[in-house]
């Protein structure tokens, strides 16, 4: 479809340069409907082009090759008009003017001889390919050549002759089967074994000289700040020498109470319940920043006093509110641990297996593993569009965990999601067609009665929607126990439609929430 679209019927040469701009629309236009790596770029674009070579082949073989003698060949045919309409009288022309000309006619006769000279039967195109190696028999065994193996005799079947079985549409015969495919390999082992000999060597003569301290430039002493960056990302330094273990969930935490000190009372004020990290070390970081001497990591699921300030503040939280569900630096006289729970580490099975983890998904495993375990979390800003007001997600460690393991995912992986379809809307113009509320609006909250708490959700959502212009849909996420569902609103149509990819009957909670 891109190559028909894009890609004009008279164009004669897809490798000139003229034709680089139809090229980076097609690539946008591919990478913004699927997930394409940037290596494939070359592979994509050869792909289109072929493709639009044959629908070329495919129009001439129809409607110009019999129809040269007859005048209506110049005029676009009225299935061309049908069923291609973006074709162009003036394209058409061009097309049927081309195709009838000399120099298409020297380089078609040039194609087909070189086909009436080849071996072996080609469909590798007009330029043609490498000969294959000639079939060797010896002694009356069978010796397998090419795509001439045991299989396409058995069957009595000949292979495809442009294909390879099991590989790529990209990878010929001619490539495959004529290339040495062990000496480059043979090489690198080689190389490989070197290597190791040298380091060796290496180990020995510091073994052997082990009393011996090398000298340090006190210039060039690295720092903490040098290996840990701010946030989330990491720097190129760890990352040149990162191995990745099977990580392990970081259990060395216990549940503990958090006070702060009250000058006003005089003495310690509990504001919160969360877990303690009690192997912290001063170097530890939170966000990027050093815990420091006497402080450890902590983590508030249940704040008591959500308006009390932070011992050590950041310039992210500077109250308990703040924080909850976060990590913040907690001076150690501060934490009194619950001696309900048992101290100490216990040994746990690696959070990922990184063989059984899709392709596409391992680079997010192997960043949780190195820069979220030990408490970093990934800052998301999420617009106002989507929550009334601008705020950011941050997403844990355990919301990255679960959504790899194709767990039950949380509110913030779906409202990180929301954001990036919200940007493609807005990028491909269809903005003013859909819109999202975030499932925080609709969530069920505490009230004195249950009445009270749907009339609250169902208020948040006709205060969201109430200057809804008409045309647009807006897409509801909603969690009611242990499973998403998506409802869809047109408010100018009062219609509301319920998707479950379950189809699980209706949940009532949703139906009340949209019936009030």
């Keep these: 479809m891109l190559a028909r679209e894009h890609i004009p019927i008279w164009i004669q040469d897809w490798r000139s340069r003229d034709l680089d701009g139809l090229k980076d629309i097609i690539w946008k236009e591919t990478v913004t409907s699927f997930t394409v790596d940037e290596n494939f770029w070359t592979a994509c674009i050869k792909s289109c082009g072929e493709a639009a070579r044959n629908f070329r082949h495919d129009l001439y073989k129809t409607f110009v090759e019999g129809f040269l003698k007859e005048e209506s060949v110049w005029t676009r045919p009225q299935k061309v008009v049908d069923n291609y309409p973006n074709i162009e009288e003036e394209d058409w022309v061009k097309f049927v003017q081309y195709r009838t000309s000399s120099q298409f006619q020297q380089l078609s006769d040039r194609g087909s001889e070189i086909r009436t000279n080849n071996e072996y039967s080609s469909r ?15 002694q009356g065994t069978f010796e397998s050549v090419g795509t001439s193996d045991v299989l396409s005799h058995a069957l009595s079947r000949p292979e495809h002759k442009g294909l390879v079985r099991g590989q790529s549409k990209f990878v010929k015969p001619s490539q495959y089967f ?10 690198e082992v080689q190389s490989m074994r070197r290597e190791i000999e040298e380091l060796k060597a290496l180990v020995r003569g510091l073994c052997a000289n082990k009393d011996v301290a090398p000298s340090i430039d006190p210039n060039n002493v690295p720092t903490v700040d040098q290996h840990n960056s701010f946030k989330a990302s990491c720097s190129a330094q760890e990352k040149q020498h990162r191995v990745y273990d099977p990580p392990t969930m970081p259990v060395d935490s216990q549940e503990c109470k958090l006070y702060i000190f009250d ?3 005089g003495g310690q004020v509990l504001v919160a319940f969360g877990r303690a990290w009690l192997e912290s070390l001063p170097t530890d970081t939170v966000h990027g920043i050093p815990l420091g001497e006497g402080n ?8 008591k006093l959500k308006k009390s300030p932070l011992p050590i503040p950041t310039y992210e939280a500077t109250t308990v509110e703040d924080a909850i569900n976060g990590f913040v630096a907690w001076p150690k006289t ?46 998301v800003p999420i617009p106002y569009t989507i929550m009334t007001f601008e705020m950011p997600v941050f997403l844990s460690f355990e919301d990255i965990y679960e959504f790899i393991n194709l767990q039950e995912i949380s509110a913030n992986c779906i409202l990180v999601y929301m954001r990036y379809l919200e940007e493609l809307c807005r990028i491909n113009g269809q903005a003013e067609k859909f819109a999202f509320v975030s499932p925080t609006l609709i969530s069920p909250v505490r009230t004195d009665t249950e009445d009270a708490g749907m009339r609250d959700r169902a208020d948040n959502l006709i205060s969201f929607l109430r200057d809804a212009p008409k045309g647009r849909l807006y897409l509801v996420p909603h969690n009611r126990g242990r499973h998403w569902v998506l409802g869809v609103i047109d408010p100018w149509e009062d219609l509301v439609l319920y998707f479950d990819p379950l189809r699980e009957k209706k949940q009532e909670d949703f139906t009340e929430l949209m019936n009030m």
């Design 124 to 138: 590798g195109g007009r330029d043609g390919y490498r000969k294959p190696d000639q079939e060797k028999e010896s």
């Design 178 to 187: 004529n290339l040495n495919r062990s000496s480059s390999k043979d090489n």
């Design 263 to 265: 000058e006003v009372q």
């Design 296 to 303: 450890v990591r902590v983590s508030i699921n249940v704040p």
């Design 334 to 379: 501060l934490v009194e641990l619950d001696t309900k729970v048992q101290q100490g580490v216990q040994q746990q099975q690696p959070l990922f297996d990184f063989n059984d983890i899709n392709m596409a998904m391992r680079p997010l495993a192997y960043y949780a593993h190195s820069s979220m375990h030990q408490g970093n979390q990934i800052e």
